[in-house]
């Protein structure tokens, strides 16, 4: 009798994403049984250190007991109703809170995150229409910026192995100079290059402000494009020449925001305020989908009037979901009362010192860390290597998943520094055996 492996019966009917199915015959997927805090099990009881929290969206540990409780507790108070013509305690409460932490005015809601990259441009768009600037209709990104995959998210998303091929379908978008400390010149500092690359901004905005509607961009740390870090004062320019140039600042924080980057959202280190701010991810810790779109009060004004079409028609089935809306106040009562933000300063510099052997290891090039993200390079020119890290770290007990030649961890905020210490021995010794 055939015995069916849960991981063949996977690939016969499931369609991973980011995947080239055909890779899954020499690397079967991982059979992930249960989880609990930094920790995911296999049928056999082996365990993995989610050391990527999940694609970064588990901040406080898999089957968090608060976060489960006040599902459990919500669940069977109310789960679901459509948000167009009602509304409900979770989702007025998660709008105040997100309101009152972030500075802006006004949430509205999606499933995901490449959702509410479409919310934001689409908000920019139609409030230059309703002030009767339709021509201000196009956006600038940041090269090795990473926005979603969606149509309009692509758009404005530089990463060539997941646009290329759909590049006929998308809008024309212009691209600016990533502030990358990397792409710095020898002596030059990682302010400096921001400096030099602000004032690629500037001539872009320059030329074409009279056609642009917003800049979008990931701040601080632009993750899917290789974590790849930058000096704040970049931010701070950006929002200095969209207030010059009449465009809107769209933050997507959809990564960064909820502490990763040492603030809770990344902008405080630029002390700016964006016209959008994009949040997914981490916002309900992981345990439900959720994102948010937070808008100021002058793009809402523009939408406000008697005529319906004036309106932000947008909708999703679960936009503002009580269950998921409800899951993102446990996270925020979390870190409300467990001074999170402090902690992980704190554990922080402490990791710091127990990834000393990796920043001086002869492959590793530009350690950088910001806040609760670390990332090398590695100088090894093979394209395979990520696989091979993640195959090895798999044996070794580690779910690593570079991104190409950039190795990180963005682990769960509860990582102990006994968990800590073996991600990087561990590490130590898949460098060894590559
Ligand atoms: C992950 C990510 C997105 C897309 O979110 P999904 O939920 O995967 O659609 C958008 N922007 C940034 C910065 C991200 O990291």
Sequence with gaps: MPVDSLDQRSRQV??????????????????????????????????????????????????????????????????????????????VELSERLCRLSGLDHAFYASD??????????MSFHAWRNLGRPEKAGFISLRQGYHGETIGALAVTDVAIFRDVYQPMLQQTRQVMSPDWRLAEDGETPEAYALRAAADLESCLQQHHATTAALIVEPLVQCAGGMAMYHPVWL?????????????????????GFGRTGTLFAVEQADIRPDLMCLSKGITGGSLPLS??????????????????????HSHSYTGNPLACRAALAVLDIFDSEDVLA?????????????????????????????MIWAFDLAIGDRR?????????????????PIGQTVYFMPPYVITDADMQFLVQTTLAILAAL
Aim: proline content about 4%; charged content about 25%.
């Design 14 to 91: 499931v369609w991973h994403p980011c995947t080239q199915m055909r890779q899954l015959e020499d690397f079967p997927p991982l059979e992930v049984a249960r989880a609990a805090g930094v920790w995911l099990y296999d049928r056999q009881g082996k365990r993995y250190l989610d050391s990527i929290s999940s694609w970064w969206v588990n901040l406080f540990g898999h089957a968090n007991p608060r976060i489960g409780a006040a599902l459990c507790e919500q669940f069977a108070t109310l789960d679901h109703v459509m948000l167009a013509g009602c509304t409900h305690e979770p989702v």
């Design 113 to 122: 995150g490449a959702s509410a990259t479409e919310i934001a441009l689409k």
């Design 236 to 256: 701070a320019r950006a929002r200095a020449l969209c207030d010059q140039y009449g465009v809107h600042l769209i933050a997507d924080e959809i990564a960064v």
């Design 292 to 313: 948010a779109v937070l808008a100021s009060d002058s793009i809402y004004q523009a939408f406000y009037a008697d005529d319906v079409r004036l309106g932000f028609l």
């Design 343 to 371: 902690g992980n300063r704190e554990r922080a510099e402490r990791f710091d010192r127990l990834c000393q052997p990796l920043r001086e290891h002869p492959l590793v090039r530009h350690f950088r860390r910001t806040g």
């Design 385 to 401: 290597v990520s696989r091979d890290i993640y195959r090895l770290g798999l044996e070794r007990g580690v779910l690593l998943r």
